[in-house]
């Protein structure tokens, strides 16, 4: 019975580093490519190097974490195609997020995410990036949650955890993004599955055709043609991002 107690507790205190870790790495504390340094995590969480190791191996099999041999344990840094693949998969189910969450709106939620469109737009201003990053994963996550779909949700949610190191790389659209927000918003008030799950779509294209920005003509070829992403973009209202 003792066994299983300490086993128990030791699950426990894994369970609990695990969430402080995802906590450090969604407020941006850990830049994209940075050394984990275990020994000093186990020291400011005030646990021993056991759990905290535990829960680094969850977030690798999350694949927030990589584990490079002979150098240690660092934040992933995501090349533009793996970028792409993520924003491919991501627009595909926040379309069906939002179609699935039109139907369920009240007026509660309308205004939770007219509140975090307000306060996002301060975020703009101030041209605070961690800041907007933050508020816009919450409205993401507001309308997952609203979809009834818990598959879904857990779905996206990896999926959006994983494109947290893209988060600092917005700022020659964010106020495109901002304006994306808006339209979803006007969207859902007006109860229109089609247009939500459109707005959703082009979100998330106009953040493909950003990282189209950072790739030379081979690479993004290769990508558009594995994707077909080319087309989607050219059909896509997004030619504005495109001018910039």
């Known amino acids: 019975m003792v066994l299983t107690m300490t086993k128990v507790i030791k699950q426990r205190l894994s369970h609990q580093v695990y969430d402080i870790l995802k906590e450090m790495i969604s407020d941006y504390r850990f830049s994209p490519g940075a050394r984990i340094n275990v020994e000093q995590i ?11 190791w535990e829960a680094v191996h969850r977030l690798i099999q999350e694949g927030l974490l990589e584990n490079i041999p002979n150098r240690g344990v660092f934040m992933l840094t995501l090349t533009p195609k793996m970028a792409i693949e993520l924003y491919v998969v991501r627009e595909a189910l926040e379309g069906l997020a939002a179609r699935c969450a039109v139907p369920k709106v009240n007026e509660q939620v309308l205004k939770k995410m007219a509140k975090l469109i307000e306060e996002q737009r301060k975020m703009v201003e101030e041209e605070n990036l961690v800041g907007y990053s933050q508020l816009d994963y919450e409205f993401h996550a507001l309308v997952y949650e609203l979809s009834g779909n818990r598959t879904l949700l857990e779905i996206l949610a990896a999926v959006k955890n994983k ?12 106020s495109r993004l901002l304006e994306d927000h808006m339209e979803i918003l006007a969207a859902f ?4 599955s089609d247009r939500a799950e459109a707005a959703f779509r082009n979100h998330n294209l106009k953040m493909i055709e950003q990282i189209k920005q950072n790739m030379n003509p081979d690479e993004w ?9 080319g087309e989607k973009i050219r059909n896509s209202d997004i030619g504005d991002a495109r001018s910039k």
């Open 189 to 192: 008030r007006d109860r229109d």
């Open 163 to 174: 494109m947290r190191p893209l988060a600092l790389h917005v700022s020659p659209i964010l």
């Open 221 to 229: 070829e290769e990508v558009r043609v594995e994707y077909g992403v």
């Open 42 to 52: 186990a020291k400011e969480v005030g646990a021993s190097r056991t759990p905290v």
